[in-house]
């Protein structure tokens, strides 16, 4: 039985270990089915996966997956933010509540490879908090 597109979305979130999607991701899911829906259609069902807490926005584009586990951290989008990027381990142990200090900078590493120059460490605002870089070898 061929399952309607959005059923396979849904199912795949919840049952998927990736807790954090792009609407790239998502799209190619959604037009790998026999029907797959208009670019409009998807949206409505990205902006509604999103008002229903299915989905929660980190910025354009990124989506944290809250339908597979509604306790998802916002560290889990720091690769897709910077690429190589980590949560430092001083974040992980304040999400965990074992440092005290939590707050919205969720902050990350970010390898440095020799001969290569040094990654932009700019800081990233988003609505669930502002990432900030560390570059470290």
Not at 20 to 40: D, V
Not at 108 to 118: D, K, N, Q, S, Y
């Amino acid at each position: 039985m061929l399952l309607d597109w959005k059923v396979r979305l849904d199912r795949q979130l919840i049952e998927s270990d990736v807790e954090a999607w792009t609407t790239g991701m998502l799209w190619n899911e959604a037009s790998s089915t026999a029907a797959p829906p208009s670019r409009p259609t998807f949206e409505r069902w990205m902006t509604r996966a999103c008002a229903s807490g299915r989905l929660r926005k980190v910025r354009n584009g990124l989506f944290l997956n809250a339908a597979g586990n509604k306790s998802v951290s916002v560290g889990a989008a720091a690769g897709y933010i910077k690429q190589t990027a980590l949560p430092s381990l001083a974040w992980v142990l304040e999400h965990d509540w074992i440092l005290n200090n939590m707050g919205d900078v969720i902050t990350c590493v970010v390898a440095l490879t020799p001969g290569l120059p040094v990654p932009n460490l700019s800081p990233v605002k988003t609505p669930l908090g502002e990432f900030r870089f560390r570059a470290l070898p």
